[in-house]
């Protein structure tokens, strides 16, 4: 194996990880604030006294 056959692999390799964990903690961060919006809606609502 050369070496710039092992740095293709590497910079590939760890440009993929990066990519992957950028998508998946935006998927992450995204749902979350849905669910806090969500949330938030719901507490606006009045709830008839029981």
């Known amino acids: 194996m050369t ?3 092992l740095y293709d692999f590497l910079r ?3 440009l993929g990880n ?3 964990t950028l998508l998946v903690t935006g998927a992450g961060y995204t ?3 849905i669910r806090s919006r ?3 809606q719901n507490d606006d609502t ?5």
């Open 3 to 5: 070496l710039s056959t």
């Open 12 to 14: 590939n390799d760890l």
């Open 18 to 20: 990066l990519l992957s």
């Open 31 to 33: 749902a979350k604030k």
């Open 38 to 40: 969500l949330a938030s």
């Open 46 to 50: 009045d709830q008839p006294d029981s």
